[in-house]
Each structure stands twice: as structure tokens, then as C-alpha cells.
């Protein structure tokens, strides 16, 4: 049995174990296992060591130590911590060093967290598999010839092995997710507006949450207390006031309304997916869940209209990568313009130049109200249908991705077939709804995610209705499964 964040930020305080057996049981795993896997793009040994010592020695004196405690935590490498590298997997950040801290880290640094390391994801966040990284993809720890989702893939692999019990990803249109279903962990990304994306390298800004991952809901709910909250470098980030209060489902008297759309069971859904979910539907029923049918109808346009805003708002924010202020420059070249064209043409790679192109085009004059105003409208529209349905139900429940996690290589030729993997994910960030992704059982040896969607300010109940969902035996089936994960696939890494 692993431990939980919880549990080991308990021991840390009570003194019954150090900060420094944390870390040094979270490197000897790491050593242990991300050979075959690749979660890490860069271990900070000698700084984890050394806050640990810190925390040990705060608490050897007799002074509070903070709530995390000693607990190791890795970081998407889309998030900035000062002195560390930061490549958004992409050639072009190539020796770049963070020059401040993103607030979502420092938060969790001031929580008690200790920054084990950097992880791998798709370039700028830009993929669903991490193989749109410059440094190779991240390897699913069920099946390591399977990807392990994206773009916070290695995040979610480095949980899932049980080299860190936490981990803080990125989520734009589902790359926390999506990779949380694929490696059978938890990953919640909250209303937008309710963490901080200072420091966070922007790819879509009015979609992009950082968000955390772990094994169990109780672990992400501390972690999204602890790195959640206003902050004056991010303009977007909500005000105390309008973070409004907690929704209640009701649990005592009836159990949650939970809304299933239909258009999340249509073609293009595995079977053994569809009938996971409707198994854990059913459990819910059996707790006192009413289950409500219901259909919103502009659902079926969320590829589209997200691929369309996300790539215009990537190709304004990427247009600050010129080999003028940041990472890599290729000189000799006769002219600024003609430094700007080689650095950009050999530092991006495809998939990054493909969304750059899109979204250059959809913001073109001409072309403009035909897409990039076409795609807002029904954003916004999407958001009212949803907002209808939030008015009858508390929470909506269907699966986190329409397929198991797919082989290498499968889907890297097929970019649409790529972003098919983000059907059911990308809605909530269109909406900038709170959207949660758990562990709902196996099929074929891998593991399936169910996402629970909520109102816009109902984190809490998203929460509460996940906790509810972790209850029933399909979820704590998964959950134990995971539990015990490392000792039986282990070997297998070792023997490789
Ligand atoms: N897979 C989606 C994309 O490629 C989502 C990425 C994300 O959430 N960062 O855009």
C-alpha cells in the first residue's frame, strides 16, 4: 500500500518520519523506474534535499511546520520555478532558466511541498500523448509502449509509478485529465480563474488552469486549497468575493441530480468505456444518485470551436518566442528578421507550427468573423446550454476520453485523430468550469477515467460528488489497484 499525500505530510509533522526519507524515497523511485517511463525532464536532487533538511530542522526546533509538509511534489515544465530550466518540451527554450516563480509553486512551496522536479509534456502543452516533445515521450507506467496521455502526461506517470504522490499539471482543453484517465489517477482542473496562471507559459490564456494530480481526491482537493487564491499578477484570477460559496448537492436528502449528457455516449466511444461508466452510474443510483438523461446539443461542436480559439490565442502568445529574450537563437543570420524566421523555423516543432498557422490564419483580416468570431459566438452560446442544464442538475458525469490510452506512434500521423482524444474534456474549459477526472475501474489491463463536470464556482461540489463517485465499488476497485501498483510492475521496470 502506498502512502497518501495526507498521510505523509501527518508523519512529517507528528515526527515520525523526515522530511528527508520523503525525498529520498521519492529520488530512489525515480531512479528506480523513470528510465523506462521518462516522466522527469529535470530532478532537482541537491534543492529537494536541502528544503527538506529545512522542514526537518524547523520541526526538530519545535516550530509549526505547514500542512504539506515534507510531502515531494513534481511540476509540469510549462511552470515556472526560479534557477530551475523551464523547456515546455519545445528546442526553442533550449538552456532557458526561470527568472521568477510561478505563484501556484510558490504556494505550494509555502504549503510545505518539496519541488522534486521538472515533467515532460506535449510542446507548449500542444498534444494529447507527450509525443510532441522535444525530449521523447513520456511512456504510460501500465503499459509502456502505450502513451501516457498529454500534455501533462509526465505528471501523471510520475504519480502513478509512485515518484511523487502529487504533481501539478496544466490544463487547457483536458491535459490533466485526460492523462490522469490514462494513468489511472485523479487530476482536477478548477473554475477558471480560481488558481493563478502567473508563471504559467501561456498557450491558450483564457482556457489555460494549472491543477493538481494525485492518487485519491482527498490529496487534490489539499492541493487545490493550498495553491488556489487571488493573486495581484494575474488579472484573471478571481477576487475573493467572487469566489463565491459552496454549492450543496444535497447528499443527505436524496443524493446528487447527476446530468448525463448524450452526446458524451455517442459513436467514437470504446464499449468497454460506455459500460464502465454506466456500471459506476448505476452504483451512484444505488447510493441515492438521481440520474438524469439530458442533451446539450452544442457539445457536439467543442473540437472545433476549441481548436480554433485555443490556436488563435497560441499564435498571439507564441509570437513572444523571436531568440531575442528566451532560450535558443540561431545566429550568422544577416538581418533581425531573417534571425527571427530560423529561429522560430528550427526551435518549433510541427504540431506547434501547425496551431501557429491555424490560429495565424483565423485571426486573419478577411477570415476573422468567419472563424476566429464564428468560434466565439458558439463558445459563448455552449456556456449558456450548459449553464441550462447546471439549473437541473448538480453535476454532469460521463467518461474523461473516448478510447484506453493508445500505442505510440498510433495517432502521431492523424493530427484530427489526436485531438478526438480531448472530446469530452475541452467543453470545460470553453466554459471555464470545474472538471475532475478519476479512477473508475480497468479494461485490458488499463485504466479508465470518469469525469465529473460542475457549475461554474462549484469546485467544492465537484469535490464532494467525486468523493461520492471514489466510494463505489467500481472506483475503489481502481483505487486499490493503484494502491498496489508499483510492487507488481516494478520488476518489470527493473528487468527492462
Ligand atoms: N490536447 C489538447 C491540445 O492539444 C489540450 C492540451 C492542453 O490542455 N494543454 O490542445
Known amino acids: 500500500m502506498r502512502e497518501t499525500a495526507r498521510e505523509m505530510a501527518r508523519a512529517v509533522r507528528l515526527g515520525e518520519r523526515s522530511a528527508r526519507s520523503c525525498v529520498e524515497l521519492s529520488l530512489e523511485t525515480i531512479a528506480r523506474l523513470d528510465r523506462t517511463i521518462s516522466a522527469f525532464v529535470h530532478v532537482d536532487e541537491a534543492g529537494a534535499l536541502r528544503a527538506a533538511e529545512e522542514i526537518d530542522s524547523r520541526r526538530d526546533s519545535g516550530r509549526a511546520v505547514p500542512p504539506l509538509a515534507g510531502v515531494p511534489i513534481a511540476v509540469k515544465d510549462n511552470i515556472c520555478i526560479e534557477g530551475l530550466p523551464t523547456s515546455c518540451g519545445s528546442r526553442i527554450l533550449d538552456g532557458h532558466i526561470s527568472r521568477y516563480t510561478a505563484t501556484a509553486v510558490r504556494r505550494a512551496r509555502e504549503a510545505g511541498c518539496i519541488i522534486i522536479g521538472k515533467t515532460n509534456l506535449d510542446e507548449f502543452g500542444m498534444g494529447s500523448s507527450t509525443e510532441h516533445s522535444c525530449h521523447g515521450p513520456t511512456r504510460n507506467p501500465w503499459d509502456r509502449e502505450r502513451t501516457s496521455g498529454g500534455s501533462s502526461g509526465g505528471s501523471a506517470a510520475a504519480v502513478a509509478a509512485g515518484m511523487v504522490p502529487i504533481a501539478l499539471g496544466s490544463d487547457t482543453g483536458g491535459s490533466i485529465r485526460q492523462p490522469a484517465a490514462f494513468c489511472g489517477v485523479v487530476g482536477f482542473k478548477s473554475t477558471y480563474g480560481m488558481v493563478s496562471r502567473f508563471g504559467l507559459v501561456a498557450f491558450g490564456s483564457s482556457l489555460d488552469q494549472i491543477g493538481p494530480i494525485a492518487t485519491n481526491v482527498d490529496d487534490v482537493e489539499m492541493l487545490f486549497e493550498a495553491i488556489s487564491g487571488p493573486d495581484q499578477k494575474d488579472a484573471t484570477c478571481l477576487e475573493g468575493e467572487a469566489r463565491g460559496g459552496r454549492h450543496d448537492p444535497g447528499m443527505e436528502d436524496g443524493g446528487p441530480r447527476i446530468g448525463v449528457p448524450r452526446e458524451f455516449f455517442q459513436a467514437g466511444l470504446d464499449p468497454v468505456i460506455e459500460n464502465l461508466i454506466l456500471t459506476v452510474l448505476g452504483e451512484l443510483a444505488r447510493d441515492g444518485a438521481e440520474i438524469i438523461e439530458l442533451d446539450i446539443p452544442l457539445l457536439d461542436a467543442s473540437i472545433p470551436v476549441y481548436y480554433l480559439i485555443s490556436a488563435a490565442e497560441a499564435s498571439s502568445n507564441l509570437s513572444r518566442f523571436d531568440g531575442v529574450r528566451f532560450g535558443a537563437r540561431i545566429e550568422g543570420e544577416p538581418s533581425a528578421d531573417a534571425m527571427i524566421r530560423a529561429t522560430r523555423t528550427a526551435g518549433f516543432g510541427d504540431e506547434v507550427k501547425r496551431r501557429i498557422m491555424l490560429g495565424t490564419f483565423a485571426l486573419s483580416a478577411g477570415y476573422h468573423d468567419a472563424f476566429y468570431g464564428q468560434a466565439?459566438?458558439?463558445?459563448?452560446?455552449?456556456?449558456?446550454?450548459?449553464?441550462?442544464?447546471?439549473?437541473?442538475?448538480?453535476?454532469?458525469?460521463?467518461?474523461?476520453?473516448?478510447?484506453?490510452?493508445?500505442?505510440?506512434?498510433?495517432?502521431?500521423?492523424?493530427?484530427?485523430?489526436?485531438?478526438?482524444?480531448?472530446?469530452?474534456?475541452?467543453?470545460?474549459?470553453?466554459?471555464?468550469?470545474?472538471?475532475?477526472?478519476?479512477?473508475?475501474?480497468?479494461?485490458?489491463?488499463?485504466?479508465?477515467?470518469?469525469?465529473?463536470?460542475?457549475?461554474?464556482?462549484?469546485?467544492d461540489l465537484v469535490f464532494d460528488v467525486a468523493r461520492a463517485a471514489a466510494a463505489t465499488p467500481s472506483c475503489r476497485d481502481a483505487a486499490e489497484r493503484l494502491s498496489s501498483w508499483p510492487d507488481g510492475s516494478a520488476d518489470q521496470g527493473a528487468a527492462e
Do not use: C, K, W
Not at 469530452?424 to 470553453?430: E, G, H, I
Open 376 to 459: 466565439s459566438g458558439m463558445r459563448h452560446r455552449m456556456g449558456e446550454e450548459l449553464a441550462r442544464a447546471f439549473a437541473a442538475v448538480d453535476v454532469l458525469v460521463g467518461p474523461t476520453t473516448p478510447t484506453l490510452p493508445f500505442e505510440l506512434g498510433e495517432r502521431l500521423q492523424d493530427p484530427l485523430a489526436m485531438y478526438l482524444s480531448d472530446t469530452y474534456t475541452v467543453a470545460a474549459n470553453l466554459a471555464g468550469l470545474p472538471a475532475i477526472s478519476i479512477p473508475a475501474g480497468h479494461a485490458r489491463g488499463l485504466p479508465i477515467g470518469l469525469q465529473i463536470m460542475g457549475p461554474r464556482l462549484g469546485d
